[in-house]
């Protein structure tokens, strides 16, 4: 069954401890594309102000959606974390008081309280009260919901549109959605009537016009008539994403047009995508970057990559950390033991068991001499030396508490 970052969920599932832990089983396959695009939360340790002027702590921040970022705060007293949301502004709109939370989508975010879901706005009020085992985000006006096993869809005001009746559901993409029925596969429309009957064994979301289905264990490719337009003969298949689609056969992964024809040869033995333009490859556990055109941006030289950010992707490679652009050239060599993102215009990097923050030229602006720091916000980093917390700002000025 596929799965995406989605916060459906049953009561009968455990909450878990961080913002990346919102993926649940669902109805789309955890795919080399999706399940890796982006590693969704930013370790931030800083104060954020309320609207009233006051401070309020969190630990982790997501990337924005709606102009919100979902934000993660541990919870002593429960043991536990708990859920809210920054604007644009890094303003704390949101408190962390949410057992679960997924991000913002079409104006509304479902959360969790007390075992039950439901939607609140970009204030924090509640449009929809907490009532289901189980919530999606909206997706073309419309969110899946859960409520005693059953899987249905409502609107934003919260009227039933499709009664609870499957037993998983997905939301709509180009006017479909997937729902599973005696654990078959098929798709229906907005009214809840079926396009194309239950019959698959899993499916992928529609996208520009086509759905990666499988049946009798092998993948193919439908129009929304239920057509087969590439017949199922891959061991695996992911929708389409401008015009080409990953698949994998015996064992390796390559990319096809809506033609069917081999754009890129099967010859990695794993995918990640990236923004649209870069996947993330591997061969020989060796990682690097491919384009939609085959040609390898980045060498696959490099025990590990991550995704381009402002120009530069994170490189590991024996062991140290490094940067190189999207021209696959090293702008900062491997030599680090550890390092994070760009922000601000800096990233911590660690040396010798200290850390500290070097610019986008390599250079070692804020020298390695503190036990942890934090990324920069607003001009400041949350800095950690001899026991003592403080903030240090770009020109190396430190205050302590």
């Known amino acids: ?29 955890t795919t080399k594309l999706r ?54 502004s890094n303003v704390l709109v949101v408190p962390p008081q949410y057992d679960d939370a997924d991000r913002f989508n079409e104006g509304l975010a479902a959360v969790a309280l007390n075992g039950k879901y439901g939607f609140i706005d970009q204030t924090g009020t509640w449009v929809i009260p907490p009532q289901y085992d189980g919530a999606d985000w909206f997706s073309e006006g419309l969110a899946v919901v859960v409520l005693n096993g059953k899987y249905g869809f409502i609107n934003q005001t919260g009227s039933w549109i499709i009664p609870p009746q499957y037993d998983d559901a997905d ?13 078959k596969y098929g798709f229906i429309n907005q009214t809840g009537t079926w396009v194309i009957p239950p019959q698959y064994d899993d499916v992928d979301r529609f996208s520009e016009g086509l759905v990666a289905v499988a049946l009798n264990g092998k993948y193919g490719f439908i129009d929304q008539t239920g057509t087969w337009v590439i017949p199922p003969k891959y061991d695996e298949a992911y929708s389409f994403d401008k015009t080409v689609a990953l698949v994998m056969l015996n064992g390796k992964y390559g990319f096809i047009n809506t033609s069917d024809s081999l754009v890129v040869p099967f010859q990695y033995d794993e995918v ?6 870069l996947y993330k490859v591997m061969l020989n556990d060796k990682f690097g970057f491919v384009n939609q055109s085959g040609i390898e941006v980045l060498p696959c030289e490099y025990d590990d990559v991550d995704f381009f950010r402002n120009g530069l992707a994170l490189v590991t490679l024996n062991g140290k950390y490094g940067f190189v652009n999207e021209s696959g050239a090293s702008v900062i060599p491997c030599k680090y033991d550890d390092a994070g993102y760009f922000n601000e215009g800096l990233a911590s990097v660690r040396r010798n068991g200290k850390e500290g923050f070097i610019n986008e030229s390599g250079i070692e602006v804020i020298p390695c001499k503190y036990d942890e720091v934090a990324p920069f916000d607003e001009g400041l980093a949350r800095v950690k030396l001899n026991e003592k917390w403080g903030y240090v700002n770009k020109s190396g000025v430190e205050t302590w508490n």
Do not use: W
């Open 35 to 88: 399940a890796a695009g982006h590693k969704t939360t930013q370790p931030v340790k800083i104060e954020e102000k309320k609207r009233d002027g006051k401070k309020a702590r969190y630990d982790y921040k997501d990337y924005y959606a709606d102009g919100m970022a979902r934000v993660e705060r541990y919870d002593s007293k429960i043991g536990d974390n708990k859920y809210g949301f920054v604007d644009s």
């Open 272 to 277: 990640k995508y990236h923004n649209g333009s």
């Open 171 to 183: 939301c709509f993409s180009e006017g479909l959605a997937a729902v599973v029925l005696n654990g």
């Open 1 to 29: 069954m596929k799965k995406s970052n989605l916060i459906i969920v049953l009561l009968v599932l455990l909450f878990v401890g961080v913002a990346d832990s919102f993926s649940q089983k669902h109805i789309v396959r």
